[in-house]
């Protein structure tokens, strides 16, 4: 059985905005980046700010063309195709003119599902998360959290197999972070998805994931793989956590300690 995502050797470069500093006039983001991630897996990048993680994301939802390398989606070439997998963005990019309801069910509209169904779909979910009561109201009127929280229903909404998650938690102070990191594993265990998860806390990732790539500074190249198997539900003070934390901080470190020398 093939594996739900693959990436083989993928890299990518842009022009320098300032081609003074640098004589060649490029920018290395990305440099033979392979990875796979099977299916119903939860499987996160985790790396230093900057170091193309984000880059990545953008290349596997379509939005950025490789200069080399392939993507593979069920052992078929995504090959920029956009609309094959559900991302969620940094930002929450809910639109101000649009109710919660409405925000919430973008992604099945563009889909082409009539908006009554995509309504009734959504209100179950938005109940789920808590959202209640918040239908009608506009993102001007929500807290980060609820936010964040349209945002991932949307992102369930869209029934793709593979969830693409670009950091989505990491503007949340530590109490909203950690409801988000459950309403997450609840929703990911009960839908059967494969998630692809972007993050810079070292924390965040061995609480959530099977297996982490660990990434290097820019230009990012695979540097470790760390299958994590604990348990879960996973406590930050547990102690098979508290060990891998441990591992990934040393290796960061040695990875961070290379950079500024």
């Known amino acids: 059985m093939p594996w739900k995502l693959e990436i083989d050797r993928l890299s990518k470069r842009f022009p320098r905005a300032d081609t003074g ?11 033979a ?3 796979t991630v099977g299916r119903q897996e939860f499987v996160t990048l985790l790396g230093p700010s900057g170091c193309g993680k984000s880059t990545l994301c953008n290349i596997v939802a379509g939005l950025v063309p490789p200069d080399e390398g392939w993507i593979l989606l069920d052992g078929v070439p995504l090959n920029g195709a956009r609309g094959r997998i559900a991302y969620m963005q940094q930002k929450d990019l809910l639109l101000p003119w649009r109710s919660v309801i409405d925000n919430s069910i973008l992604g099945l ?13 959504a209100r179950d979910l938005l109940r789920r998360f808590g959202l209640a009561g918040f ?19 949307r992102t369930l909404l869209c029934e793709k197999d593979l969830l693409v998650l670009d950091e989505p938690f990491g503007a949340l102070d530590a ?24 993050t810079h806390d070292v924390e965040e990732a061995v609480l959530l994931s099977d297996r982490i790539y660990l990434l290097t500074a820019r230009p990012a190249r695979v540097r470790a793989e760390v299958d994590v198997t604990l348990s879960r ?13 441990a591992r990934l901080f040393a290796l960061l470190q040695e990875e961070l300690a290379g950079t500024f020398r």
Not at 181 to 186: A, D
């Open 21 to 31: 500093e640098r004589g060649d006039g490029w920018l290395e983001v990305l440099n």
């Open 33 to 35: 980046v392979s990875l």
């Open 109 to 121: 509209e563009v889909q082409g599902t009539p908006r009554r169904v995509a309504r009734t779909a």
């Open 135 to 153: 239908e009608r109201a506009y993102p001007a009127r929500l807290s980060g959290g609820m936010r964040q929280r349209v945002a991932l229903v």
């Open 175 to 198: 109490m909203t972070r950690s409801a988000m990191q459950g309403f997450l594993l609840q929703l990911r265990e009960e839908f059967g998805r494969t998630v692809l998860f972007i």
């Open 233 to 245: 539900p996973r406590r930050p003070v547990q102690e098979g956590v508290v060990r891998e934390k």
